[in-house]
């Protein structure tokens, strides 16, 4: 294997087992940590330390995704499907995490401003509330999206690399 492959397969490894830890470990925890303690405000602080770590993988994602994109042509070739597939996929990855960050993360954190009060506070009915559960959702499959493409990624790369 190449040093740029090596290195290509690296870095799309290392960022998808952090967003799988983030989604798996970190989101739920300190939901979990912090509403163990009842407070009043629990969601909201649990909900910046996910905004803000979120915002580490997602622009982490974006950031490797185009390493991967320069670097893609500048490796021997080996197959031209194989490539387009894998250009397809590295770019999914930039664009998911990157509407997650500049996008969606940023319409949530003008949400949660403009409602004043901590979420937690905010009644399940009120407008701002459900836009905002929307686009966690958005958030949610977006990081999803970009996690399944990065996992295609990886086995495009290992898979040239060891022919």
Known sequence: M?????SRLTLISLWLGAAVFF????????FS?????DLPNAGEIAGTIVTRTLSVVNVTGF?????????????PSKGRVASIIE?????VVMIATGVGHWVIAARMRALRAAMVIPIDQVPITDARRIAFN???????NALGI???AALVTIILIARS???
């Open 2 to 6: 190449s040093y740029l492959n090596s």
């Open 33 to 37: 940590a912090l509403r163990s303690f």
């Open 161 to 163: 690399s060891r022919s």
């Open 63 to 75: 950031i490797v995704g185009i390493f991967l994109l320069l670097t893609l042509f500048a490796r």
């Open 23 to 30: 989604s798996a470990v970190v989101a739920p925890s300190a």
């Open 146 to 148: 970009a996690m399944i």
């Open 87 to 91: 250009f397809i996929c590295i770019s």
């Open 134 to 140: 929307s686009l966690h959702v958005y958030s949610v």
